[in-house]
């Protein structure tokens, strides 16, 4: 037992099994839990289980060190036993690295312990406080996928996410509904407010459930666990989703055990353990999730903006339950900000600020911290730009009221942030005006405009990602959408570009614009190397070549329904000039994707 001594041999066995498994049952990116048991206790015990405890894990390898926050799990199966009541605490770790790892427990009593910033403050539980340990952590086996073997999702200095294996990650999904997690079958879900019922049932994706998949209480869950196997069947990897939306367009989701303010402190146990098998099962299929921490609305609901206790242990929470999970973007809210026309008071720079650095001191994995935008330059850019220099903040959550200003948009706060140390990443999260947004198939089956300016205008642009927001006139909206396949025809135009994009490295690419002759068009590329030019009319341009000598290969795909690449009028071109490319196979009128790239 490494030399432990006989309290400590005593609460290593009181930790979770899979801690008493040999040494190799613990493998790279995959979590490790640790469970603690203290006398029984309950939500809305005297003395807050949640505020008024705090367990903090220090896992260290070398000079690594991860400082893992636990939480209060009631009996610790809530999820299906629904418990208010229990005296399990647990840490749950995820080994970003193979070998060994030590570990070392700090638990404390003190009223509002869990969010002081003094490690040292409170009475030590002398059952577990100063336990340590060691954890033998196997390499990633060869014969698994997606994040289990890329590991999570990091900022790595660059316009692009990435996993922790390097690799980039583009994203391609949904903003709506917001209110994913309104549905009947979690614990403790209702609307607030009795003149906005958007609660869910997911009923239309209880097909797309498969045995095997997961489920809580006997067979709950498969509506929202079918419509996450749906999505991912459609290559999509991204969803957008609300944790708290009080007082705000759907008043449907919050993480507390009621909506009343005198319960801000106060955590509902079984319905975070469900929503933590939601989260669990979109990791496994390789969607990342965009969780959106509070709504324009109510962004002054917790501490009135400031970073104080309410705000500090909401944060906190979130992070200890769900933080090893390695499909989470953190957003600092939708629509964050003042704006004076239709919302006066919002948070204001400096509480903007405490937030993102609470996030990511708390995080133990450093996250990507976005922030979710208003819909117009004018509106966005006195908010966004002050957060330039801001070295915790990774990029914009955009929203756009306009669809042909998407591509600008994006080039624009690309080029404002490589002035800095830091670049952006830029999501292309909601495409205005809000009472349209991207029109059901039914409405618009082709989708030929916001494929166009949104989808190709995005990714030309340099974003790392495309999400679709469905417009409050265009049913299912972004509020009572729980049917997928209304947009069936977008993720499979999502999808050809997802596709295309895997083609060539798009970490050393950018908008070229200039170096074509067509305007109104777009221009990807390392120059000499590889070119993607996208006409949305179709026609021909001319590439400016002058600058670069070899033989380049021209070849041409459809972005509205994929395939492999065809030839043009011209099959390849020479450098040192201005070269025209040629025209498409057929339909050259339609918008066409030309990828022209040098021969070896």
């Known amino acids: 037992m490494n030399n432990f001594s006989l309290k400590h041999f005593f609460i290593f066995m009181l930790i979770t099994p899979a801690l008493i498994f040999s040494q190799a049952a613990h493998v790279q990116y995959q979590p490790i839990t640790l469970d603690f048991k203290l006398a029984p206790t309950n939500e809305t015990a005297a003395i807050n289980p949640f505020s008024d405890y705090r367990l903090q894990v220090e896992f260290s390898q070398g000079d690594k060190l991860y400082s893992v926050p636990g939480f209060y799990a009631a009996d610790g199966n809530a999820a299906n036993t629904?418990?208010?009541?229990?005296g399990v605490w647990r840490v749950i770790f995820m080994p970003p690295?193979?070998?060994?790892?030590?570990?070392?427990?700090?638990?404390?009593k003190g009223h509002n312990i869990a969010i002081e910033d003094d490690l040292y403050g409170g009475n030590p539980i002398p059952e577990h406080d100063g336990a340590s340990g060691v954890l033998q952590v196997a390499d990633v086996p060869k014969n698994v996928n997606g994040f289990e073997k890329s590991g999570?999702?990091?900022?790595?200095?660059?316009?692009?996410?990435?996993?922790?294996?390097?690799?980039?990650?583009l994203l391609f999904g949904t903003?709506?509904?917001?209110?994913?997690?309104?549905?009947?079958?979690?614990?403790?879900?209702?609307?607030?407010?009795?003149?906005r019922q958007y609660l869910k049932t997911w009923t239309p994706h209880l097909q797309d459930w498969h045995d095997g998949d997961p489920t809580w209480q006997n067979g709950k869950g498969k509506g929202i666990i079918g419509a996450l196997n749906y999505l991912a069947s459609k290559k999509m990897n991204v969803l957008y989703a609300m944790t708290l939306n009080l007082e705000g367009d759907a008043s449907d989701v919050w993480p507390f055990i009621s909506h009343q303010r005198k319960?801000?402190?106060?955590?509902?146990?079984?319905?975070?353990?469900?929503?933590?098998?939601?989260?669990?099962?979109?990791?496994?299929?390789?969607?990342?999730?965009?969780?959106?921490?509070?709504?324009?609305?109510?962004?002054?609901?917790?501490d009135d903006g400031y970073l104080d206790i309410e705000r500090k242990l909401y944060i906190r929470e979130l992070i200890a339950r769900f933080g090893y999970h390695k499909n989470i973007i953190w957003n600092i809210g939708e629509e964050n900000g003042e704006h004076?026309?239709?919302?006066?008071?919002?948070?204001?720079?400096?509480?903007?600020?405490?937030?993102?650095?609470?996030?990511?001191?708390?995080?133990?994995?450093?996250?990507?911290?976005?922030?979710?935008?208003?819909?117009?330059q004018a509106e966005r850019e006195p908010i966004a730009k002050r957060l330039l220099r801001y070295n915790k903040f990774d990029g914009l959550s955009l929203q756009a009221y306009n669809a042909a200003d998407v591509h600008n948009d994006i080039i624009y706060w690309l080029n404002k942030s490589s002035e800095y140390a830091h670049p952006w990443l830029l999501m292309m999260d909601e495409l205005g005006p809000w009472h349209t947004g991207a029109k059901s198939d039914a409405e618009d089956p082709d989708h030929d405009q916001i494929r166009k300016d949104v989808l190709w205008g995005a990714l030309m642009a340099g974003a790392t990602g495309v999400q679709w927001y469905f417009g409050w006139l265009t049913p299912p909206n972004d509020l009572n959408a729980e049917d997928w396949r209304s947009r069936n025809n977008l993720w499979?135009?999502?999808?050809?570009?997802?596709?295309?994009?895997?083609?060539?490295?798009?970490?050393?690419?950018?908008?070229?614009?200039?170096?074509?002759?067509?305007?109104?068009?777009?221009?990807?590329?390392?120059?000499?190397?590889?070119?993607?030019?996208?006409?949305?009319?179709?026609?021909?341009?001319?590439?400016?070549?002058?600058?670069?000598?070899?033989?380049?290969?021209?070849?041409w795909y459809n972005p509205r329904q994929g395939g492999e690449a065809r030839q043009g009028s011209i099959s390849t071109v020479n450098g040192?000039?201005?070269?025209?490319?040629?025209?498409?196979?057929?339909?050259?009128?339609?918008d066409w994707t030309i990828l022209v790239r040098k021969r070896q």
């Open 340 to 376: 004076d026309h239709y919302w006066p008071r919002g948070q204001d720079d400096q509480q903007r600020y405490a937030k993102i650095r609470c996030i990511k001191d708390t995080d133990p994995y450093k996250r990507p911290v976005l922030m979710h935008t208003f819909s117009v």
């Open 576 to 590: 040192g000039q201005w070269v025209g490319i040629g025209r498409a196979p057929f339909n050259t009128n339609k």
């Open 152 to 169: 999570g999702l990091v900022y790595a200095n660059s316009h692009y996410l990435h996993t922790m294996d390097g690799e980039p990650l």
């Open 492 to 555: 499979e135009q999502s999808a050809v570009a997802r596709d295309f994009f895997k083609k060539f490295d798009v970490t050393k690419m950018s908008s070229t614009d200039s170096l074509i002759s067509a305007g109104d068009n777009y221009c990807f590329s390392l120059p000499g190397e590889v070119y993607v030019i996208y006409l949305k009319n179709g026609g021909t341009t001319k590439l400016d070549l002058r600058e670069h000598t070899g033989e380049y290969a021209v070849n």
């Open 97 to 108: 690295f193979s070998g060994e790892w030590q570990y070392q427990v700090s638990f404390k």
């Open 175 to 195: 903003n709506s509904p917001e209110n994913f997690l309104a549905y009947e079958d979690i614990d403790g879900t209702y609307s607030s407010d009795s003149s």
């Open 82 to 86: 629904s418990a208010l009541s229990g």
């Open 263 to 302: 319960d801000f402190k106060r955590y509902d146990v079984s319905k975070l353990a469900q929503w933590d098998i939601i989260f669990s099962h979109a990791e496994k299929l390789g969607i990342v999730l965009e969780l959106v921490l509070q709504e324009q609305e109510n962004q002054l609901l917790l």
